[in-house]
């Protein structure tokens, strides 16, 4: 075989690497518009705030952080600094059911009357039990401030911010529910797989769309490399042999 067509050979081959894993991404984000209405010791409120979800790797776990992009209730009274305290829980589906409980600090500043209440991010440690596809969804969000509590609850069944294709304990199949623990700075419970616990560790390859481009182009560069350095042996090879 001609030395050229084994070069272009090699290089296409080098060129279509990425393409086999580009239909694969480990895990999916979305931003989901979640419509919250409130229990406030004034009488009912509420707001529709996007939410996201991220999670980085912590050890055994993840470290998931929900965000709110929109304020969601109001006080009468100006909050002063530290006064308003935030939790959540992130409802687990797919390969798991269960929830995560999520917290977040007071407020770094005085939020003044009748303003909409900005929400920090809320994080806490998800670890799986099983392996398999499991999503995670907005749930109900509790205010404590001035010695009161306001429950807000999603009413229009938002759909998932966050898809995670993740290894369970020894590697187990996907499927219904395993026992679990989940705590934060408020509230309590006890469901499906999760818990909370310290944060750390690197972030995932893939939350998203752009995050599995980034990823793949690494793999591509790398695949990449490797085809060049085919082409040069092969070019070296028929010099050899010509000369």
Known sequence: MPNRKRTTLAL??????????????????????VNYQCVTPIGPKGAVS?????????????KLTMSFRKG???SPVELGKGAMNPSAV??????????VQVSGPANTEAIPANTPIRISDLSGTYTPKKSGKVTFTAGV??????????TCTPKNSPGPSLELDVQGAGGSPGGGST??????STGSGSTGGASTGASGGGELPRTGPLDSA?????????????GAAGVLWLTRRGQRSTG
């Open 179 to 184: 026992g679990g623990s989940a705590g934060g």
């Open 50 to 62: 996007p939410i996201d979800i991220k999670a980085v790797r912590s050890g055994d776990g993840y």
């Open 141 to 150: 969000l509790t205010i404590k401030a001035l010695g009161t509590t306001t």
């Open 72 to 74: 969601v209730s109001s």
């Open 12 to 33: 296409a081959a080098a060129l279509a690497g990425p393409i086999v894993v580009a239909g694969a991404p480990a895990a999916y984000a979305e931003v989901v518009d």
């Open 214 to 226: 980034a990823a793949l182009g690494t793999l591509g560069g790398t695949v990449l490399l490797t």
């Open 90 to 99: 992130i409802e687990l589906g797919g390969a798991e059911t269960g929830r």
